[in-house]
């Protein structure tokens, strides 16, 4: 008797003759199923951009805008090109303390990481939360082949670094001047949580290999996570931790981190100096503590309102009007954003020209 095969959507399903068994195996047609994105998921950006807004309509309601376009109008150029050489000297610092971290594992080439680590800026720039993090690490990943869960783990390390210097500048600025109550809150806020994180992140690393085999016999076996293999990925990033196992390679992450935040307070310096104030170093410290801990907080692209409040806020402590508080916020937030990503599109623009990736490697893991 002829054998007819019939396919379903569901599975397939054979008639053939009582004589013929049923050994052997034939390929099915799938149907996949329609993919929704959980309305949740936009949760965290609708809060952000909520956050924003509100930031933006308590200044605009409190702050005399004619008097703060004035204080832009008198700003000192000079001040502020010297500046943004600075931006760009903090942004090759940048490029060579990610290369020492992702060592001796796997090697950058510096341009690769100057080129991810600007892509990297334009995108926190336009799109809210820190989406640019996950694509310089995948930008990297497909220009020098470096696993991206081994390149997020050496961010996540650099924000480790970065969280740890803002909180001793800020240690250091309570033995100089007296901290307004919002500003010893949010330090001691983030201190706790800094710490439980960091502690955390050290423990897992110390218990690598157990955890990734924990992960590998109960998560990796689960339908949704098959494909993924979170093990892989919880290995990578937590390997990343081993270039901190080497002196030298600690030696030059606190080095890189200590000359990148002064290269930070010299930026914000200048900017009060553009601006005609007449603080001092500790005012610039102040607000680049304020500002960085603050960005931290959800908000809109580029953290809109939210580092322009706290710059006002911060400044308020020195006796800085508000409308040239929020002059000098507008300034310098344009100056940065606005450098870090006209030089991060013409990256990606001439890596896309040139073939080094496509658009869609800016999203995509590598193992």
């Not at 960091?198 to 218990?207: D, H, M, Q, R, W």
């Not at 000359?259 to 001092?280: E, P, R």
């Given at each position: ?6 396919r379903?959507a569901s ?7 009582p ?13 996949a199923?329609?993919k ?6 936009y949760k ?5 951009i ?5 930031c933006i309509?308590?200044?605009?309601g409190?702050v005399?805008v004619?008097?703060t376009i ?9 001040p ?9 000297i903090?942004?090759a ?6 290369q020492a971290l992702?060592r ?7 341009w ?39 390149a ?14 803002l909180l001793i ?7 100089i001047?007296p ?25 897992a690393t110390?218990v ?10 109960r ?7 098959r494909?993924?293999r ?19 390679l ?9 000359v ?6 010299c930026q914000?310096?200048?900017g ?14 102040f607000v ?6 603050g ?18 806020l ?5 006796n ?5 508080a929020?002059?000098?916020a ?37 193992a």
């Amino acid at each position: 008797m002829r054998r007819i095969l019939v396919r379903t959507a569901s599975k397939p399903v054979r008639m053939c003759s009582p004589d013929q068994s049923f050994a052997g195996t034939v390929p099915t047609m799938t149907v996949a199923e329609p993919k929704t994105r959980s309305s949740g998921s936009y949760k965290p950006t609708l809060i952000g951009i909520g956050i924003s807004l509100g930031c933006i309509g308590i200044l605009a309601g409190t702050v005399d805008v004619h008097q703060t376009i004035k204080a832009l109008r008198d700003v000192d150029p000079y001040p502020l090109f010297v500046s943004v050489v600075l931006t760009a000297i903090t942004v090759a610092c940048r490029a060579l303390r990610w290369q020492a971290l992702l060592r001796p594992e796997s090697r950058s080439g510096f341009w690769s990481a100057v080129e991810a680590t600007l892509i990297g800026y334009l995108f926190i720039a336009v799109l809210p939360g820190r989406v640019g993090e996950i694509t310089r690490a995948a930008v990297l990943g497909r220009t020098e082949n470096v696993p991206t869960g081994r390149a997020v783990g050496t961010i996540i390390i650099e924000k480790i670094f970065d969280i740890a210097a803002l909180l001793i500048m800020l240690g250091v600025l309570s033995l100089i001047i007296p901290l307004p109550v919002w500003a010893r809150t949010a330090g001691l806020s983030v201190t706790a949580v800094f710490a439980v994180l960091t502690v955390g992140f050290l423990v897992a690393t110390s218990v690598r290999q157990r955890l990734v085999g924990w992960i590998q016999a109960r998560l990796d076996p689960l339908p949704v996570l098959r494909r993924c293999r979170p093990s892989r990925l919880a290995n990578e990033l937590l390997r990343a931790a081993n270039s901190l196992s080497s002196g030298n390679l600690l030696a030059v992450q606190v080095a890189a981190s200590t000359v990148l935040w002064l290269l930070a307070i010299c930026q914000v310096y200048l900017g009060t100096l553009a601006f005609h104030l007449n603080t001092g170093w500790d005012a610039a410290t102040f607000v680049l503590v304020a500002t960085n801990l603050g960005m931290t907080i959800p908000s809109a692209p580029a953290s809109l309102g939210v580092y322009h409040g706290i710059t006002v806020l911060a400044l308020d402590v020195f006796n800085v009007t508000a409308p040239t508080a929020l002059g000098l916020a507008v300034g310098m937030h344009a100056l940065g954003f606005g450098t870090l990503s006209l030089a991060g599109a013409l990256c990606l623009v001439r890596g896309l020209l040139l073939g080094r990736f496509a658009i869609v490697d800016l999203w995509k893991w590598r193992a």
